[in-house]
T-cell receptor, first 115, second 112 residues
Framework: EAQVTQNPRYLITVTGKKLTVTCSQN?????MSWYRQDPGLGLRQIYY???????DKGDVPEGYKVSRKEKRNFPLILESPSPNQTSLYFC??????????????FGPGTRLTVT | GDSVTQMEGPVTLSEEAFLTINCTYT??????LFWYVQYPGEGLQLLLK?????DKGSNKGFEATYRKETTSFHLEKGSVQVSDSAVYFC???????????FGGGTRLMVKP
């Protein structure tokens, strides 16, 4: 089954304790992205990657890091989480071809609470 | 910069009522437009899309027409069902790459 998986689905942590949220896709997609969803703000892009070893900042990259060492994986790293990073996080992937008609496939989300 | 504005929710309707969720956009070029739906506890799914002016996207009884003159992409459905209860996001994509700009989302609640 084609899918985007994220782990963990729920996480409660404390300020300053480094954490990683994993994202994996089995569709051989070139493009992967991380979003955060906050009430009334919709989804805002954190980082994205056009292919292996190619990453770039989105709209709200501060406090986050990413890496793309393999095509299927795109982990999100919070080196020193703070309470304002409490949010619902989504990973997404899509192919890069037919530039006007592709869609992004979203993972199920990771709800992060930083106390 | 590019932006998407949606009507604020929640929108509460009775089953079989007509649905309209307004969406307008601001963009420096000619974007592709999308509606995504998020059911409770799930990720976003693409509902429909339109890639150029006057295109109509449709899926599962939902429709939206790309109106360049009014920079709008309103979502409509003639008869909603309880199973349509979800959060709906309007989004645009402009230029190279897959970057999507989302609106704030509109929660729809359909009562039996």
């Amino acid at each position: 089954e084609a899918q985007v998986t994220q782990n963990p689905r729920y996480l409660i942590t404390v300020t300053g304790k480094k954490l990683t949220v994993t994202c994996s896709q089995n569709m051989n997609h070139e493009y992967m992205s991380w979003y955060r969803q906050d009430p009334g703000l919709g989804l805002r892009q954190i980082y994205y990657s056009m292919n292996v070893e190619v990453t770039d900042k989105g709209d709200v990259p501060e406090g986050y890091k990413v890496s793309r060492k393999e095509k299927r994986n795109f982990p999100l790293i919070l080196e020193s989480p703070s309470p304002n990073q409490t949010s619902l996080y989504f990973c997404a992937s899509s192919p890069i071809r037919d530039r006007t008609t592709y869609e992004q496939y979203f993972g199920p989300g990771t709800r992060l609470t930083v106390t | 910069g590019d932006s998407v504005t949606q009507m604020e929710g929640p929108v509460t309707l009775s089953e079989e009522a007509f649905l309209t969720i307004n969406c307008t956009y601001t963009a420096t070029g000619y974007p592709s437009l999308f509606w995504y739906v998020q059911y409770p506890g799930e990720g976003l799914q693409l509902l429909l899309k339109a890639t150029k002016a006057d295109d109509k996207g449709s899926n599962k009884g939902f429709e939206a027409t790309y109106r360049k003159e009014t920079t709008s992409f309103h979502l409509e459905k003639g008869s909603v069902q309880v199973s349509d209860s979800a959060v709906y996001f309007c989004a645009l994509r402009l230029g190279a790459g897959n970057m999507l700009t989302f609106g704030g989302g509109t929660r729809l609640m359909v009562k039996p």
